[in-house]
Structures are given as structure tokens and as C-alpha cells.
């Protein structure tokens, strides 16, 4: 390949680390951070042993292993995963995963990486979540690599195949595997679909024919499902406002939806590894014309992620009020319906619009999950 300078998107290497764990170290809000994931912690004495932090590896066991853990032992019930013993210690994947939350869908990844034996994969870092140096540097720390948002059409090109080269680069030559969602920001209305424009964006840093460019990078998808959406209520009011006009976020609200998936009860969750793409599969792929081979891409990879989507009571239950019905009845219970929907009674009643506007909206995203399972 050749060679590129990516200086500009690429995580910390470990002789930058020292530097970044200073200046995170010294930054007010990190003994804030460090009270609410550890409370028992003595404050002084985790800084004092976080600057003795050298490498990337170092941080990633001894800090957001631990971080991670933190969360979810305050925010679920149970967190479980699969599919990991069909994974090579010997290769690199680019992980394609449905994307429900900004933070933590990758970041549970990781953890069930290192608990397997393997290697942490890089992460995929918008430039809207950029908001200061402290999130830049624990973000670079974390292996998360930069995607530029924004900009006219050629930047959004050049951005793309920046990106797309960085990430074989990666692939092929760093050995390090890659998590990417598969579409451009969360999905809000619990319908994964995945974007032609991710897959095209991916076969741009090669000039190999498509089932060999698309196999050298081992693509993977992963499959997250929350018991509880993360900012579920957020993202009733963001679709509800887009069918009336144009949603512009406000100041601070990734970070305020960051800080909101972090704290949100979560009740279960499980991510699962679906089957890696096979060449086999690219070859079906290949009997199309250019912009139909991505379609078909496309539905193989979401029919493995339906496939493998875990659904949750919440699931059941919210298709059985959207559509007033008990199809699903045998998989849940009397009380459980009735917590699910004093649960959401109590969110929507926040938010300004039509109650029942909302309240379909808000069944939806936990209803629509079902319809794509059983799509299948």
C-alpha cells in the first residue's frame, strides 16, 4: 500500500501516551469521573498510579477494562456475549456493528475481546464528538481513530478515502481489527439497516476486484440489543421532531446523550459475532452490477445481524401495545407489561408533542426489532 501520512486520524501511539496522561490527569472533571465509576477509590492515590500509565495496552487493561466494567455492573442486570470462538487470534476484522449507542457499543466490544484472549480493535471517532482536548485525548488513549463530518461534497470524498485507506492500512498491515457502525450515526427508530455508502466507502481504498477487496478485510457484523434503548427518549423526541422539520441538534447534546447512555439503566444486554463474510458470499455479490453488488452486501449482512439480534421482553411487549394485540403474551408477564408501560408513561410525559403520536413513536423503536427478526 502506499504510504500515507495519517497522523491527523490515527490513535495515540505509545510514545505519545505519557503526554496525553498528564494533561488527562490534571483536568478537573477526571477526579469527578473517577468518584462516580469508583467510589470506593481513593482519588489521590488512582492519579497517582494513572500517571504511571506508559503504553496504550497499559491503559486499556488497568483503566477502561475496568471503566466498562464499572458501568455496566451500575446499569444492568446481566451483559453476555457470543460468537467469540470463531475469531482468530492470527487475523484482523473490520467490525461492522448495528449502532445503538455513541459510546458503549464499542467500548463492550472491547472488553469481551480482552476477556477471549484478543486484541482490542481500533474505534471509529466522529469529529462532532471532538468537543475538547480531555474527550480527544481519552479517546486516542481508547485506539479511536478520527472520521471528519461535515464539509461540501469533495471533502466529503477526500475525508471518505482517507478513512477507507486508514482502515486497511490497519487491516493488512498494523494487524489491528476496526469497529465501525454500520450506517452514519445511532439508528433512533430500532430498525439496523446498513448503508450502501458505509460499504462503497470501504472498497475505495483498493483497486483489487470486489470479492477480493472485500475479503482482505474480513468484514464482520456485530449485533448489539439493549433490554432498555439507550436514550430511548431522546430519540423518540428527535424523530418526532423530524417529522415536522429539520432536527438540529443543540449545543452539547452528543455529549449530554454520551453522559445519558453512561447512566441509563440498561436491564440486559448481549452482543453478539455474527459469521464473517465468506467469499462465497462476495461472489453472489459479484453477479450484480457496481451499485447493486453494495445492495446485496448489504442485505447479507443485515439478514446475519436480524439473525442474531437477542430480543428482550421490552421487545415483545412493545409490539403487542403499537399493534394491540398479545401475539407475544407467552413472553412476558402481566406485571412486566404494565412496569414497561408505566416506564414509558413516565418518559413521554416530558416531552412536548401528541401523546399518541409520541407514545407510537416511542413503541416503535422497541417494536420494530421484531418485525426485522422475523423478517428472516
Not at 103 to 128: K, P, R, V
Not at 162 to 170: D, E
Not at 175 to 189: E, L, M, P, T, Y
Not at 284 to 312: A, P, R
Amino acid at each position: 500500500m502506499e504510504i500515507i501520512n495519517f497522523d491527523d486520524i490515527r490513535p495515540f501511539n505509545d510514545s505519545e501516551v505519557p503526554n496525553a496522561i498528564k494533561r488527562v490527569s490534571e483536568n478537573p472533571i477526571f477526579a469527578q469521573i473517577i468518584k462516580y465509576l469508583f467510589p470506593d477509590a481513593n482519588v489521590r492515590t488512582f492519579i497517582t498510579n494513572f500517571r504511571k500509565i506508559k503504553t496504550i495496552d497499559d491503559f486499556q487493561s488497568e483503566i477502561m477494562y475496568n471503566v466498562i466494567h464499572s458501568i455496566l455492573a451500575k446499569t444492568t442486570e446481566t451483559y453476555s456475549g457470543s460468537g467469540f470462538e470463531q475469531l482468530s487470534k492470527d487475523k484482523s476484522y473490520l467490525f461492522l456493528s448495528n449502532h445503538r449507542d455513541i459510546l458503549l457499543d464499542s467500548a463492550i466490544l472491547q472488553i469481551f475481546l480482552h476477556e477471549h484472549g484478543l486484541q482490542t480493535s481500533e474505534i471509529t471517532f466522529g469529529s462532532n464528538l471532538m468537543m475538547s482536548q480531555f474527550v480527544i485525548d481519552i479517546g486516542k488513549l481508547n485506539k479511536m481513530f478520527k472520521i471528519v463530518r461535515g464539509g461540501n461534497i469533495r471533502d466529503v470524498l477526500e475525508n471518505s478515502l482517507k478513512v477507507s485507506q486508514y482502515m486497511r492500512y490497519a487491516i493488512t498491515e498494523k494487524h489491528q481489527s476496526i469497529w465501525i457502525a454500520q450506517r452514519n450515526g445511532r439508528v433512533k427508530d430500532g430498525f439496523d439497516s446498513t448503508e450502501t455508502a458505509v460499504l462503497k466507502m470501504f472498497a475505495m481504498s483498493s483497486k483489487l476486484g470486489f470479492v477480493n477487496n472485500m475479503n482482505e478485510l474480513n468484514i464482520t457484523p456485530l449485533v448489539i440489543s439493549y433490554e432498555y434503548e439507550p436514550c430511548d427518549f431522546f430519540k423518540t423526541r428527535e424523530l418526532y421532531i423530524s417529522k415536522r422539520k429539520l432536527y438540529e441538534k443543540s449545543e452539547g447534546e452528543d455529549l449530554n446523550s454520551i453522559v445519558y447512555g453512561i447512566r441509563q439503566w440498561k436491564g440486559n444486554l448481549f452482543l453478539n459475532v455474527c459469521p464473517t463474510i465468506t467469499e462465497d458470499e462476495l461472489k453472489k455479490c459479484d453477479t450484480f452490477v457496481h451499485n447493486e453488488k453494495f445492495k446485496c452486501l448489504s442485505e447479507i449482512i443485515d439478514k446475519k445481524i436480524y439473525q442474531n439480534y437477542k430480543l428482550w421482553k421490552t421487545n415483545y411487549i412493545a409490539h403487542d401495545l403499537l399493534h394491540h394485540k398479545n401475539s407475544y403474551s407467552s413472553k412476558y408477564s402481566v406485571y412486566e407489561k404494565d412496569a414497561f408501560q408505566n416506564y414509558m408513561n413516565n418518559g413521554l410525559k416530558d416531552i412536548e408533542g401528541n401523546s399518541k403520536e409520541l407514545e407510537k413513536i416511542f413503541l416503535q423503536i422497541y417494536a420494530n426489532p421484531v418485525d426485522n427478526c422475523h423478517s428472516i
